[in-house]
């Protein structure tokens, strides 16, 4: 059993960046891949990047390849999401999950999730 909890969502200016964390908990957390969707009203949920400890590897939507990094460190069982260079477009709530498998982009491929944090970029 994996619990993960966002934080760091908010509201900036484009071009602004935020950090955005996943806080997991349980024994087996570094086991799991974890990646990172979001979902903008009215939009399926989209995924954006994902990383895993074991294969020691990250991927990236061509959407914010360049722009977003994602992180891990795995002694705080903590996923980061570095977001620079914000735009409007990226305006949505950001969720984490954890994926015993590598490499899931698509939702249903993760079996934990977190509630989500929104983060709203304005123009």
């Known amino acids: 059993q994996v619990q993960l909890v966002e934080s760091g969502g908010g509201l900036v200016q484009a071009g602004a960046s935020l950090r955005l964390s996943c806080a997991g908990s349980?024994?087996?957390?570094?086991?799991?891949?974890i990646g990172w969707f979001r979902q903008a009203p009215g939009k399926e949920r989209e995924f954006v990047a994902a990383h895993s400890w074991t294969a020691g590897t990250t991927f990236y939507a061509d959407s914010v390849k360049g722009r977003f990094t994602i992180s891990r460190d795995n002694a705080e069982n903590t996923v980061y999401l570095q977001m620079n260079n914000l735009t409007p477009e990226d305006t949505a709530v950001y969720s984490c999950?954890?994926?015993?498998?590598?490499?899931?982009?698509?939702?249903?491929?993760?079996?934990?999730w977190g509630q989500g944090t929104q983060v709203t970029v304005s123009s």
């Open positions: 999950a954890a994926a015993p498998v590598w490499l899931v982009i698509t939702s249903d491929g993760y079996n934990y």
């Open positions: 349980g024994r087996t957390f570094s086991n799991y891949a």
